[in-house]
């Protein structure tokens, strides 16, 4: 049952392509830190491959083929791609699916202010998050602002050398005698997750001048009002590129891994995989870490109304062949999970977790305590994920995502599992998860390219 580390079995060439898909992901994630920045360079790349827009298919009565790749955006956050294969639809599709939202902090919708001479914004945090964590590192902007007028404005603050960042502060270590008391889920509150934003005062202004002084360079460099901050989302990311890390960059350092990580080789593996006999479908949802909630949750309708569009373009629409095509479907729930952490042993079950280096990670079920909340794959299932990844000759291991009665976690496997389909998790092993700087191996990605890769050509 011992599973060799995946660098042991690569050959010169198999290095050089790892190492090589890595950079291009690095690339990735350093860009698309939020979901609407993902969906648009998706977008960007299956235009690239030859996708075409099915909302634009269905507005001109088009007609889809087995051959034809077509994709749909939902909202700007969310996106589905199809690879129209040829066995009938009805006989089910094969299923990558992934999240694309990451934990942050989001901008509130009255957020500036003004306290001692500085000018702050008020945020929430978005998902599971250690705050404290988010304190004293350099953070950027990501978002948009939109006016009442129709118009949307692009923002990124905190990325180019050139811009300035933010942070939010802490207490020095001298004051902080009753802050280092406290459980470390309180030593930082909340509500004090408010975003140092400047402290010059406009020349002219005695009451809140720096505020006052905020409010004009966002006028005159964005175009935008104190009350566009109503229709305004904005995401607090860290700032900053994704790196190699080790001595021997054998790993990646990067905010978001949880779960671009999945994302982006399953895109490129649906990009990259030409002819299929079986429908392929690649899913990128948003709110994820939130419960799978709101109109572009993997909750939503948007993904049976996705393939009901296309079964009617094919020419051969019925509610029973939709149900027909969702039912016999497989999917992976392509999804991070917990990488062994020698500092953190206690927390792991040695024979079942997820080691770095040792490829993608299937797991049976996720959950808590008693697979509370988890979609357990059958083992006829498991079975056949086997052969694939052996014809695949893919490097995969099985995990669980920590100690029994110890934590646990979930993904949109259960979701999909509603429609009877077959669905397991599978995803790269990462260290710090959820922190603002995640950890992930070069080796892993790339397996789980390979994985995803073999799963859709089956």
């Known amino acids: 049952m011992e599973k060799k580390i995946a660098w042991e079995t690569y050959k010169a060439k198999d290095v050089k392509a790892a190492e090589k898909f890595a950079g291009e992901y690095i690339d990735f994630i350093s860009v698309g830190k939020t979901e609407r920045e993902c969906v648009k360079l998706s977008v960007e790349m299956a235009k690239a491959a030859g996708y075409k827009d099915l909302s634009e298919v269905v507005k001109k009565k088009g007609k889809l083929k087995a051959g034809d790749k077509v994709y749909q955006v939902w909202m700007k956050k969310s996106i589905a791609l199809f690879n129209i294969g040829s066995d009938p639809i009805e006989d089910g599709m094969a299923i990558l699916g992934a999240h694309i939202d990451s934990p942050r902090m989001d901008v509130k919708q009255n957020p500036l202010f003004e306290d001692g001479g500085m000018a702050y914004l008020d945020t929430h945090y978005y998902g599971g998050i250690k705050k404290y964590q988010w304190v004293t590192v350099p953070l950027a902007i990501h978002g948009v602002v939109a006016k009442k007028d129709g118009s949307v404005i692009d923002i990124t603050i905190g990325e180019d050398e050139a811009d300035p960042v933010f942070c939010v502060t802490d207490i020095l ?266 950890v992930t191996s070069v080796a892993d990605v790339y397996e789980a390219y390979k994985a995803y890769v073999a799963f859709i050509s089956y």
């Not at 979930?410 to 009877?420: K, V």
């Open 173 to 438: 270590i001298h004051l902080a005698g009753d802050q280092m008391d406290k459980k470390a889920s309180k030593a930082i509150e909340g509500e004090q997750l408010d975003i140092l934003f400047g402290s010059k005062p406009l020349a002219g202004k005695e009451k809140d001048a720096v505020k006052e002084n905020i409010l004009k360079l966002l006028k005159d460099k964005y175009d935008f009002e104190e009350e566009d901050f109503e229709s305004a989302e904005l995401e607090i990311t860290p700032a900053g590129r994704a790196r190699f890390a080790g001595l021997d960059k054998s790993l990646i350092l990067a905010y978001g891994q949880d779960d671009k990580v999945c994302a982006y080789p399953s895109l490129v593996a649906m990009l990259n995989v030409k002819n299929v006999k079986k429908t392929s479908c690649c899913l990128l949802v948003d709110k994820e870490e939130i419960g799978s909630v709101g109109a572009t949750g993997m909750r939503s309708k948007f993904f049976e109304n996705a393939v009901a569009e296309i079964i009617d373009r094919m020419g051969d629409y019925s509610d029973l062949k939709l149900k027909r095509c969702l039912a016999n479907s497989m999917m992976l729930s392509s999804d991070v999970t917990a990488g062994y952490d020698p500092e953190f042993a206690s927390c792991f079950e040695k024979k079942n977790v997820a080691y770095m280096g040792k490829g993608v990670a299937f797991s049976k079920f996720t959950g808590s305590r008693g697979k509370s909340g988890s979609n357990d794959a059958n083992a006829e299932y498991m079975a056949k994920i086997r052969a694939i990844m052996e014809k695949g000759k893919v490097n995969y291991q099985t995990a669980e995502l920590g100690k029994v009665d110890v934590g646990g976690g979930g993904t949109i496997a259960y979701i999909l599992a509603l429609y009877g389909m077959d669905v397991i998790d599978c995803g790269v092993p990462v260290l710090c998860m959820h922190a603002p700087w995640e």
